[in-house]
């Protein structure tokens, strides 16, 4: 068996069929103990009972990110105590080596316990946080590891206030509700986990246990997310052809914001104060779900290279997050039509409204922005816009135009669905792994002939995309509206977002070339009047541009740096008309075999 094909294995749970050698038998076995006894502290004191020690120096590190959060987020920052003794309680000296890793000389001791204490107040769904009424855990800003040594199997027992529980992507041992075993320090750390008091639900799909997990105050019906939680699973089980885990746990947590991260065997999301019994705010959590479900999957096993295995100790690039979130984001939304929990695809004409009014894509590609996520994508600042492409977005354009084209080269016959079984295929049974280079050729494998002039030009490259091309593969004309334009356009466009701060209005972003832009006007100004008339908040400044049409000229004066400026603006019209998506007169069967593979359709 080859490294990867091993590799994969050992990474999707399989039993791998090589031998292990007598150095792997002999690596340490490190087990934890987490205690939280005033959880209002806020603190975790985690022990490292780690056995099979050689005796000499042993070093301890701590992962300075999650995957499936594309920052380093330097989780050792929340270390407050370190200590090390000997199993029969010498202490040990012990000194850091680099900002997250502890050397422990170890005296010819074989047995080796590490104490270190965790603060983690503020609720989050990308760490581990304790407060009175229960905790999150998040692994990698948890667990510290013995350096070269994260295959070995593992477990971490919770030692918690009378009342409290632990639940999470692994069901904790039947014979200790407080233990959990893990199979690796890998699968442990990707394990989405809650102590305390929180509400829970169990159920089977296709046989498989499922648990939803949820903290904090709210006023779900479980019964109803564990059924569209079945539609969503047994929507995508078809797809791929079968589920690849053995439990999974939907956690949702209501005392943090949004968003949400995947895990191997579970998934974690944070909703906030979310009224379940909302039917928009029902649509925003089955879309979320479907999102970190579909990951399962894409990211999870289905992997790039620098994925295998994850080094938890600094950035792991690959080209492929537009793959690995966009084509996600794209599958989401058709995973809860094809299950009827959603009534509509969306409208493609909303990609193209987005694409034209974002001057990133112009600079960046969608590969370029995903090697540099971990500069950028956590890190956007007032001109990322303009500079910087969205992966997620991106990546979900480039699977419609996907679908598009190879509907078109096979009659319709074939889809993106094709090409993405095909990539698992390969990942289960070969141990593949993609980056960029490889989904193209997984792509030409499955649908015959090159897809290079696509992937050099719209994920590697910057080129402007002809979507009325790739539309009318369809049968449907994108055309101008030209009535709803000339109504928009009949108000000036200035360019720029504001947000009330401190009593007055302020200059958030700039749009490129627009006419703040040409104009002078800057982040950070503080907006005092426009044409003379006086602006106190966003009411005041919308009132006095709603008169203004295109090429009028109107003075700006502005707080900059502590002192008024004043600007003449001509403002100007939105760098795109709005567009409409219209049925061709006459399409032809291959169009109609297109299209009904695009959205949908009987």
């Avoid at 120096?57 to 499936?68: A, E, L, N």
């Avoid at 010498?90 to 074989?110: C, E």
């Avoid at 503080?526 to 966003?538: A, L, Q």
């Amino acid at each position: 068996m080859n490294p990867l094909v091993l590799l994969s294995a050992i990474a999707l749970g399989a039993a791998p069929t090589a031998t292990v050698d007598s150095h792997a038998a002999a690596a340490p076995t490190v087990n934890y103990i987490v205690t939280v006894s005033q959880p209002h502290t806020h603190i975790f004191n985690v022990k490292m009972e780690i056995a099979g020690v050689d005796g000499s120096q042993i070093d301890i590190s701590m992962p300075v990110w999650t995957p499936g959060s594309y920052l380093v987020r330097e989780y050792e920052r929340h270390v407050t105590k370190f200590a090390a003794a000997s199993g029969d309680g010498g202490q040990l000296a012990w000194h850091k080596i680099d900002k997250n890793t502890w050397r422990v000389d170890a005296a010819g001791a074989t047995r080796v316990v590490v104490e270190y204490e965790i603060y983690g107040r503020a609720p989050g769904i990308r760490w581990s946080f304790v407060y009175a009424e229960g905790g999150h855990i998040l692994g990698p800003s948890l667990f510290m590891h013995v350096v070269g040594q994260t295959d070995q199997p593992t477990s971490a027992r919770f030692e918690l206030p009378e009342g409290w529980r632990v639940d999470g992507g692994i069901a904790p041992a039947e014979n200790d509700p407080f233990l959990i075993v893990a199979k690796s320090y890998h699968q442990l750390i990707d394990t989405p986990m809650l102590i305390g008091h929180f509400s829970d639900y169990a159920f089977e799909v296709e046989g498989i246990p499922h648990v939803i997990l949820i903290l904090g105050e709210h006023n779900a019906d479980l019964e109803q997310l564990s059924d569209d939680f079945t539609k969503i699973v047994e929507t995508t089980s078809k797809m791929l052809g079968g589920l690849p885990y053995e439990r999974y746990a939907l956690v949702y947590m209501t005392v943090t914001g949004g968003g949400g991260i995947e895990h191997a065997n579970g998934t974690t999301i944070g909703l906030g104060q979310i009224d379940f019994q909302n039917p928009g705010s029902i649509g925003g959590i089955r879309s979320v779900t479907s999102h970190e479900f579909f990951h399962t999957w894409n990211v999870k096993r289905i992997q790039p290279p620098a994925f295998r295995p994850y080094n938890y100790e600094e950035e792991n690039y690959t080209d492929a997050l537009w793959f690995y979130e966009g084509f996600t984001s794209y599958y989401g939304g058709r995973i809860l039509y094809e299950a009827g929990l959603s009534e509509t695809l969306g409208d493609p004409v909303d990609l193209v409204a987005r694409y034209k009014s974002s001057p990133g894509h112009r600079n960046q590609s969608p590969a370029d922005a995903s090697f540099n996520a971990w500069i950028h994508y956590y890190r956007g600042d007032e001109s990322s816009d303009n500079y910087r492409t969205d992966y997620y977005f991106m990546g979900s354009v480039i699977a419609n135009l996907l679908e598009l084209k190879i509907a078109d080269r096979t009659d319709g016959e074939k889809g993106l669905d094709d090409v993405m079984r095909f990539i698992w295929q390969e990942t289960r049974d070969e141990g593949a792994a993609f980056d960029a280079a490889a989904i193209r050729a997984a792509t030409e494998e499955v649908i015959g002939g090159s897809f290079k002039e696509f992937f050099d030009s719209y994920v590697f490259g910057t080129e402007d995309i002809p979507f009325a091309e790739f539309f009318q593969l369809a049968g449907y004309d994108l055309v101008v509206d030209e009535d709803a334009t000339t109504t928009r356009d009949r108000r000036g466009f200035l360019g720029v977002v504001t947000r009330e701060s401190n009593g007055g209005l302020r200059i958030v972003q700039v749009v490129k070339e627009s006419a703040a832009w040409s104009g002078g006007l800057n982040y950070g100004d503080v907006i005092v009047s426009v044409g003379g008339v006086p602006v106190t908040g966003s009411q005041s400044f919308t009132a006095a541009l709603a008169p203004l049409g295109p090429g009028q000229k109107v003075q700006f004066v502005v707080s900059r740096l502590g002192r008024n400026e004043t600007f003449d603006v001509t403002l100007g019209n939105r760098p795109a008309p709005v567009y409409k998506m219209m049925e061709t007169a006459n399409p032809t069967a291959r169009q109609l075999a297109v299209r009904r593979r695009w959205r949908m359709e009987p």
